[in-house]
């Protein structure tokens, strides 16, 4: 049904139509008229394609009729809604407002067609009128739909029937617990944070990491992240019976890494040395982006412009570790007699290679021929020493010119006086000798 209204001799439709209230004239949107015994909108024409609508009427459920509980309301498709925004609501015996627990508003998205999503609050002690533990509390679920595509902007409230369940006074609290546990899945751009947690009904976080969807959850990932940067916020739990508790979380994406550049060149040591004696050695050189690792390989070159890979050093170890020792016929092998080591290292953005300034590598020398040395001459023999004769002897006294019998003198300090002596003396194996007398 439309109005229309004469003008100069003109029926003209009225598209809006304005009334007059407190000194402000408001726009009518709707205005019905009773015809034939049915009310009929006298402004079809405005709320025809414009007005968002939905497929069914919004629905709450609870989970028990008394508390704890849980709230479910399920959201229906919409046609001519470019915003959707959704309320948990309970009535304080005089007026609805918005729910004390946790996400009792928000956004929710359109559904496709022929489907449906829903919210889950739950209610917490301060949505009760009283605490009494005989009082009832009232609830509802609602969903504003918004058109902005058109001006002015239209919007379209479905509310669900109400809800009630009865409040439980003197329940034993339900303390729940949190804390955090390593971070995983950390790349440059995206992590997860995880927690543990006891009687967790629902959780909320603060932060770059947002609520996740699920409330029972108990972890959030996040993609889209700068490297290198470090993100902290806070996840809190809340139990059937709105108590709660807290825990910080911090996660450090990873650091943009380049490859390695090298700075100084590795150096060989020594500059000099002698194949099949010398052991040569290589420092890595520096480098800048912090490598993790070194590998080496040794080289060796006919003309210093085309360099190969050595095999196994004189000691039989490879050419790959950080020392080398040149077998003792290097330079015939390699007239032009130089080696070098070429050093790469390696982080996780990769390798990068640097060759150290060439060495020497001499031939060992031949020594010369030692002469045969001179036999020495046999030694002359040397006679047996003529032994030295011992010698016995004694004294013995004479008495009237006659040799008395023998009686040894036991010191030569003796006095005789009156009397004569002969000292006889004799060497062993030969007879006495006499002396005379004295």
Known sequence: MSIK????GIWKNVNKAYLRSGDVWKNITKAYIRSGGVWKSMFGFISSINDPSIAQQVTLVRSSASMPATLTGRNYRWTN?????????????????????TNPTGTITNPSVGSSNTKIYTPVIGDFPSSSSTSTGSFRFLVTATNTNVSPTLQTISTSDTVSIQNVINVTPVIPTISMTANTNVTQTSGTINWTSTNQASHTSTGTFSTSATPTATFISKSGLTAGTTYTGTVTVTSSTGNTASANYSLTTNALVSIPVNQ???TVTPSTGTAGVTEYSTTNGTWTNSPTSFTYQWEQSDNESTW?????????????????????????????????????ATNSAGSASRESFPVEV?????????????????????????????????????EDGNESTSQYITSMNQSFCGSSFVIVCSQSGYPPIPSLPC
């Open 264 to 266: 100084t060149v590795p």
């Open 81 to 101: 809604a470019t915003t959707l925004t959704y309320k948990f609501q309970y009535n304080n015996g005089s007026q609805w407002l918005d729910g004390n627990g």
């Open 308 to 344: 190969s890979p050595l095999g196994n050093d004189r000691n039989g170890n490879p050419s790959t570790l950080s020392t080398y020792s040149p077998v003792s016929n290097y330079v015939s092998l390699y007239p032009d007699g130089t080696l070098r080591c070429k050093v790469t």
């Open 5 to 8: 209204l004469r003008s100069g």
């Open 362 to 398: 001499v031939a060992p020398s031949t020594p010369s021929p030692s002469p045969s040395p001179s036999p020495s001459p046999s030694p002359s023999p040397t006679p047996d020493p003529t032994p030295t004769p011992t010698w016995y002897c004694s004294v013995r006294e004479i």
